[in-house]
């Protein structure tokens, strides 16, 4: 049927982990629909994706082993040169990247705002984004790694401690 079975762990992008509680069928319109059940990790929030639409809502498996390896060889990298553009622009691409549900690129927004965090105190804005994208990576890396989240948050700080941060939030 689906690519996914009841019971799997899946990221939903921006919501983070989840598991397939169902899949269940649903009339709308007079049309039968067939839809995973997602519920998010920790939460009672459930999110209902047609089945035929994985991709299109970017639903996928958690990473695997070589994808946390080339995470943390992201999250290593630190000669970055940021854009001269304006906050807006900014934004926008980071939010992008938080949306994808790649991990890939949910590491680089947090690599990018730790190691900015190190030459500028992070306005509001950007501080919830690395907020945001370190929180569903560290949902995620506990999962695949079999830990609980502040020996994630642990190993988080390990790859970043040789910046020095002017703000200690």
Known sequence: MGKFRVGDLVVY???????????????????????????????????????????????????????????????????????????NRRSRRYMDKIGSGDPIQLSEVVRDFSVLKGVKILSFGERKMLEMARNLMIQELGIVLGLDDPAVEQKLDEAFGDIDALSND
């Open 13 to 87: 992008p921006a919501q983070g982990v989840t598991e397939i509680t169902a899949i269940e069928t649903r009339d709308i319109d007079q049309v039968q629909h067939i839809f995973y059940v997602l519920r998010v990790k920790g939460t009672a929030k459930k999110i209902l994706v047609p089945i035929g639409k994985e991709d299109h809502v970017g639903l996928r498996h958690v990473m695997s082993d070589d994808d946390v390896k080339q995470v943390f060889d992201v999250l290593a990298e630190r000669d970055l040169e940021f854009e001269q553009e304006t906050w």
